[in-house]
């Protein structure tokens, strides 16, 4: 059994989107009462977070950007840049500890006291632009957890997963020039016009080309396509580059049953992709994994995702 983490913090739902936004609340309570209910609390290793020293974000965002979020929330405002990006007062502060627990449970991983980790963390990240906000996304929590483990823990070679419906671009473009992160991402497309980008000939520039993959799904597919991408193009490119590490960005919203996408993944389909990246990095990184929360938006069915997520971190080999 792998030693896994558990980052939650209670100060994650205090980010209020208001009334009729599908990023609520009510996703992170979901996923630790589907957590809890199956009585694996006790054996994990439970994380708080901690704030974010800005020096990480900046790694990322440009200070003005991280300065016009911060005004925004202070000033009371509703709205970051775009409709979708609904704020509050805690919004700013929430997402330095989202981002600060990412960082905190990096630390538990490379001190070897934990071998993996899954990070419930609110808001998401991974449509985060350097400069702009996105789908519900302010910081990106996988680029600055990628940029710590460069910077602070001299790794050279980061894998990125992004099995969230939607494509992450803010992602693919923080390191569509950088040969030493290696981003993938499965996901709809078109998927409701949003975000438009993630095709297959985007491949990343100059120093950086070709360590950007994408395998855009087409609508109303399910869990054969995405066995079969992953198959054709994740393990032969994750056997090629060998991540030191391997991150994941974990959107629950290709389910069946979420209304957020038209793909029809079933739960078995999510616990397949989770035990073959547990494998992966167990053959290339020494087991080091870190699942961060993207998306994924059924009530419904989110307890019984986080809570096989969580058991195939324990439990694979």
Not at 22 to 35: M, N, Q
Not at 225 to 230: I, P, R
Request: proline share 5%; hydrophobic share 40%.
């Amino acid at each position: 059994m792998h030693k896994t983490g558990f980052l939650y913090d209670e100060r994650y739902l205090l980010h209020d989107t208001g009334p009729y936004h599908p990023e609520v609340p009510a996703r992170l309570e979901a996923i630790y009462s589907g957590i809890k209910d199956a009585n694996l609390l006790s054996m994990l290793t439970l994380i708080k977070a901690s704030s974010a020293d800005l020096k990480w974000i900046e790694t990322v965002h440009e200070r003005d950007y991280i300065n016009r979020f911060k005004d925004a929330c202070l000033a009371g405002k509703k709205i970051f840049d775009s409709p979708d990006n609904q704020i509050c007062p805690e919004t700013y502060d929430t997402a330095l500890l989202a981002a600060g627990g990412i960082l905190d449970t990096i630390d538990l991983v490379m001190k070897n006291k934990i071998d993996n980790a899954f990070c419930a963390v609110r808001p998401p990240g991974h449509h985060a632009e350097i400069n702009k906000a996105m789908g519900f996304c302010y910081f990106n929590n996988v680029a600055i957890a990628a940029r710590y483990l460069q910077k602070e823990w001299n790794i050279k070679k980061v894998g990125i997963v992004d099995f969230d419906v939607h494509h992450g671009n803010g992602t693919q473009h923080i390191f569509e020039q950088d040969p030493s992160v290696f981003y993938y991402s499965i996901h709809q497309h078109p998927s409701f016009g949003y975000p438009g980008t993630g095709r297959e000939f985007e491949k990343g520039s100059g120093p950086g080309y070709g360590f950007t993959l994408n395998s855009p799904v087409l609508p109303d597919q399910g869990d054969s396509e995405y066995k079969k991408f992953f198959e054709s193009d994740l393990f032969a490119a994750f056997e090629t580059f060998r991540p030191e590490i391997i991150i994941v960005s974990a959107g629950f919203d290709a389910h069946i049953d979420d209304d957020m996408s038209d793909i029809k993944l079933s739960t078995e389909g999510f616990s397949w992709i989770m035990k073959k990246i547990v494998k992966m990095a167990s053959a290339y990184s020494n087991g080091r994994l870190i699942s961060v929360l993207e998306g994924g938006y059924s009530l419904k069915r989110l307890p019984e995702l986080a809570k096989n997520h969580v058991e195939i971190l324990l439990n694979s080999a």
